[in-house]
T-cell receptor, first 117, second 112 residues
Framework: GAVVSQHPSWVICKSGTSVKIECRSLDFQATTMFWYRQFPKQSLMLMATSNEGSKATYEQGVEKDKFLINHASLTLSTLTVTSAHPEDSSFYIC?????????????FGPGTRLTVT | DAKTTQPPSMDCAEGRAANLPCNHSTISGNEYVYWYRQIHSQGPQYIIHGLKNNETNEMASLIITEDRKSSTLILPHATLRDTAVYYC?????????????FGKGTHLIIQP
């Protein structure tokens, strides 16, 4: 159980276009979802936290108008990279957690590799 | 969340126990020690967590010193598939209410 999927697993887009990445919890309801970004040979950096039905909370330095997050249901969160540029090329990873009392971990998706040309 | 310090890399022979240290000298009383690992180009995977007592599950054991200022993750019989970056994370959210702060981790390489 506790599987998180991401779609697509990789995407190549042209500079100036927008890209949407989906994160789904397949067998549980995720009250909170997180989006991370990982550049080559670096660690994961938290971008934002989203709770179902409310606006996402962005980490300092992350542009909320560029990285649009929608958490419309308890099983789906989307990250849209708007007007993508080559410097946005990165590995984007989502994770999900629940409010269940025995829940003690975040469940991570497999990641989406974005390349902007 | 308290900061952690880990060696950047370690080697271990296949079949031997891999012992990964983590220093968290500024940990506070309500903070847990979590371990995740990330195999190349995949999302992180939860391994184990603890507060004060030593913990064991099917993947690993976690040894926390009495003063809680450091801990060791033990993979009892390392295999090639255990090659990954291992992250030690200290957090008071206890499960996922807050995002995780990943340090640089330890790149564990299991040698055949």
């Amino acid at each position: 159980g506790a599987v998180v999927s991401q779609h697509p697993s990789w995407v190549i887009c042209k500079s100036g276009t927008s890209v949407k990445i989906e994160c789904r919890s397949l067998d549980f309801q995720a009250t909170t979802m997180f989006w991370y970004r990982q550049f080559p040979k670096q660690s994961l950096m938290l971008m934002a936290t989203s709770n179902e039905g409310s606006k996402a909370t962005y980490e300092q330095g992350v542009e909320k108008d560029k990285f649009l997050i929608n958490h419309a249901s308890l099983t789906l969160s989307t990250l849209t990279v708007t007007s993508a540029h080559p410097e946005d090329s990165s590995f984007y990873i989502c994770s999900a957690s629940t409010e269940l009392p025995w829940s003690y971990e975040q469940y991570f998706g497999p990641g989406t590799r974005l390349t902007v040309t | 969340d308290a900061k952690t310090t880990q060696p950047p890399s370690m080697d271990c022979a296949e079949g031997r126990a891999a012992n990964l240290p983590c220093n968290h000298s500024t940990i506070s009383g309500n903070e847990y020690v979590y371990w995740y690992r990330q195999i190349h180009s995949q999302g992180p995977q939860y391994i184990i967590h603890g507060l004060k007592n030593n913990e064991t599950n099917e993947m690993a054991s976690l040894i926390i010193t009495e003063d809680r200022k450091s801990s060791t993750l033990i993979l009892p019989h390392a295999t090639l598939r255990d090659t990954a970056v291992y992250y030690c994370i200290v957090t008071d959210s206890g499960g996922g209410a807050d995002g995780l702060t990943f340090g640089k981790g330890t790149h564990l390489i299991i040698q055949p």
